[in-house]
């Protein structure tokens, strides 16, 4: 869907699109990460799933005490460059946890820290003039992390650390009005278009659930 969302910026000049989601459990794979980052026994044992998604970045777990967003945008509604886009989605995820309570801070170039624990991390996808901010917004911290060879941060949880249990809805709210606010524009509720929905399906069908695309790296 997330790859959809941009193609339809890309090709038919769709708004801006902030989509937020959760997923059970699942391992996913940048676009350039090798396969064997993952303990793919660990994995299946435990029947977590495992994807590779469009944007790069490294290796990450996802479970339902997560809170993914996507923002698929136009390339001339963020600042120049691949690096100040990335920011920007830092800085307005770091803006959204501020106004949930905590004191958060960026750490260049992809993550966001509260107390020196990492909350979020965040990542991004450049097609023909279009781009997939993507992140991560850690609620509950997750228990299967082992599923991971390779941790480059110590990770912490909204809810661990501002010692209350923080709701994915309130999350949603903060998410959507900072990236709001920072873009100088309106967000409203809406779904996906019956073409996007149709189109996501063959991106499906073509690309991500092919067990080449996931593991042939």
């Known amino acids: 869907m997330d790859h959809s969302l941009v193609d339809s910026v890309r090709l038919r000049g769709s708004q801006p699109v902030l989509h937020m989601y959760r997923r059970p459990p699942t391992v ?9 980052a993952i303990d793919r026994d660990l994995a299946e044992s435990k029947g977590i799933a495992v994807l590779r998604r469009m944007s790069g ?5 996802n479970d339902e005490g997560q809170l993914i967003y996507t923002l698929a945008i136009p390339e001339k509604e963020l600042p120049s460059g691949s690096g100040a886009a990335l920011a920007f989605a830092c800085a307005a995820v770091a803006d959204a946890v501020i106004s949930l309570g905590g004191d958060a801070a960026v750490k260049e170039p992809n993550d966001v820290l509260v107390s020196g624990l990492k909350v979020s991390g965040n990542s991004q996808l450049r097609s023909a003039g279009a781009v997939a901010l993507q992140g991560t917004v850690i609620l509950r911290k997750p228990i299967d992390m082992d599923v ?13 650390l501002l010692m209350r249990n ?3 809805d309130e999350v949603s709210e903060a998410l959507l009005s900072s990236f709001s606010e920072r873009l100088g524009m ?6 996906a ?10 991106l499906l069908r073509k690309r991500y659930a092919s067990q080449e695309f996931i593991w042939g790296r």
Do not use: C
């Open 57 to 61: 970045g490294g290796t990450i777990y």
């Open 166 to 168: 923080v709701d994915p």
């Open 148 to 160: 991971l060879l390779k941790r480059s941060s110590e990770v912490g949880s909204l809810s661990e």
């Open 193 to 202: 278009t019956e073409s996007e929905n149709a189109h996501a399906g063959s």
């Open 28 to 36: 996913s794979l940048g676009y350039f990460q090798p396969s064997a």
């Open 186 to 191: 309106r967000g409203e509720n809406s779904s």
